[in-house]
């Protein structure tokens, strides 16, 4: 029975001790832990334990341990309140690729348009599309006809211009669609002189197209009213193609500040609001405008070039042509217009070039008109003026005016007596015969004197205006 009593004992202080060492080896762990966290994990590895005695039954229990030492004060090394780290991106969603040369999206954007019209192209005489290789389509020296430039409140290049003038592109399949309409960052686009065929596409997307010059080409079809949703056009330039119908009275709202649609092959009116138009040129030559002049091209106020010769306009000069104080250029020859030149006329102090050759105008030629300042070429042959006095002689004399084949006594180079009769038996008259001698600008054509410095200057020499140099078919715009 001791013995059964000695063994109980014996098994109970084994149990006492398997507890007690659980807890020492968790202590150590801990304070291992703790020293990595506050720096001290980069010693070595400490030596185990040695293996506890066996503590007496009766023995009483360990005092607590002393109390670690606080740990130093280390600076943070982040914010206490920094924003946590983004999450990586998944496996699943790899980088964007690179541009592949490009130096710009917008450059790899327009990059397939360009190969594609350059697909199109099978007569290149100058061997310009030879320069277009590569993807480097701002270097100068390659993708010749192509300028670059930084795009609206960014970094980055885009395609800015294009300039195809005198290129003579051609080929079967050489339109527009799908060319000028998908150029979307391009504010210029010239092409005077090659063979484009069809019709012009939609622009309303070009928000920053400003120029658009197609003359010169075999463009087709009625007038491309689709310029009218270009807002910010202010040079259009549509002559020497084979446009036809009318042009649409909304482009004459447009801020323009050119319009040469000559040489095509419209048919019309000249519309009542021809005056809102805020150009400085416009060239109307060569078509088959028909009607008069409206009395709004008054309303014009910066015009300077005007060029309606070579169509069938009819009726009587309006006298409100006489507010146009900055024209320098007004030419109306080869047209059927008739009755006497205007008073108003007087006011055109700017005037260089004034050409009413060849129509069926008649009466005195005024002598506030021979008087005009700046006066270099005044046409008024082929007419059926019957007077010019001392002033206008003058200028006859200077070789400034022009009068032959009207029907002025005492000149030479006039048309017969006979000629001049039968007109005269069927002249028209002009509806408002009293707005002939009105003057906006308030001379007194009673007072008029003769300029005796302007007489003794040498003999006036003819400028070379801007509008006149569009009626040649390669005629480009100076950049």
């Given at each position: ?161 294009i300039q195809f003038n005198n290129f003579n592109f ?48 075999k463009l087709t079809g009625d007038f491309p009213a ?33 319009l040469f649609i000559n040489n095509n092959n419209l ?213």
């Amino acid at each position: 029975m001791a013995s059964l009593s000695s063994l109980l004992i014996l098994l109970l202080s084994l149990s006492l001790v398997h507890v007690t060492l659980p807890t020492r080896d968790t202590h150590i762990t801990e304070r291992k832990s703790f020293e990595i966290i506050i720096g001290g994990g980069g010693n070595p590895q400490p030596s185990p334990s040695p293996e506890p005695e066996p503590e007496p039954e009766d023995c009483p229990p360990p005092p607590p341990p002393p109390p670690c030492p606080p740990p130093p004060q280390l600076p943070p090394s982040k914010p206490p309140h920094s924003p946590p780290k983004q999450p990586p991106k998944p496996p699943g969603q790899p980088p964007l690729p690179p541009l592949l040369g490009f130096e710009s999206p917008l450059l790899e954007e327009v990059f397939p348009v360009l190969q594609a019209f350059k697909k199109l192209v099978t007569r290149d005489p100058k061997h310009i599309l030879k320069t277009w290789e590569g993807h480097d389509i701002c270097n100068k020296d390659k993708y010749l006809g192509l300028e670059c430039a930084v795009f609206p409140n960014t970094t980055s290049k885009a395609l800015a211009s294009i300039q195809f003038n005198n290129f003579n592109f051609g080929g079967d399949k050489l339109v527009l669609h799908n060319f000028l309409d998908k150029l979307n960052t391009v504010t210029i686009f010239h092409a005077n002189s090659n063979d484009f065929l069809g019709s012009v596409p939609e622009v309303s997307n070009l928000k920053y197209l400003y120029e658009l010059d197609l003359s010169n080409n075999k463009l087709t079809g009625d007038f491309p009213a689709s310029v009218l949703k270009a807002k910010d056009l202010t040079f259009l330039d549509l002559r020497f193609n084979t446009f036809s119908g009318c042009v649409p009275p909304q482009v004459f709202n447009l801020d323009l500040d050119v319009l040469f649609i000559n040489n095509n092959n419209l048919v019309q009116k000249l519309p009542p609001n021809l005056g809102s138009i805020t150009a400085l040129y416009l060239t109307f030559a060569n078509n088959r405008f028909t009607g008069p002049i409206p009395p709004s091209i008054g309303n014009i106020k910066n015009l300077q070039e005007v060029l309606f010769l070579n169509n069938t306009l009819t009726g009587c000069l309006p006298y409100q042509i006489g507010k146009l104080n900055r024209t320098i250029v007004f030419d109306v020859g080869f047209n059927q217009l008739t009755g006497p030149i205007p008073y108003s006329f007087s006011c055109l102090a700017k005037m260089e070039q004034l050409n009413l050759a060849r129509n069926k105008f008649y009466g005195a030629i005024p002598e506030i008109v021979c008087d005009l300042p700046s006066l270099k070429n005044l046409s008024l042959s082929y007419n059926f003026f019957t007077e010019a006095g001392p002033k206008c002689r003058e200028l006859i004399k200077r070789n400034v005016l022009d009068v032959r084949m009207n029907c002025i006594l005492g000149l030479p180079n006039q048309k017969t007596k006979g000629e001049c009769s039968e007109f005269f038996m069927r002249k028209q008259t002009c509806p408002d015969l009293k707005s002939m001698l009105q003057i906006p600008c308030g001379k007194n054509p009673n007072e008029a004197k003769l300029n005796q410095e302007r007489l003794e200057v040498e003999e006036a020499q003819a400028s070379s205006p801007v509008s006149y140099g569009v009626l040649t078919p390669d005629r480009v715009r100076n950049r």
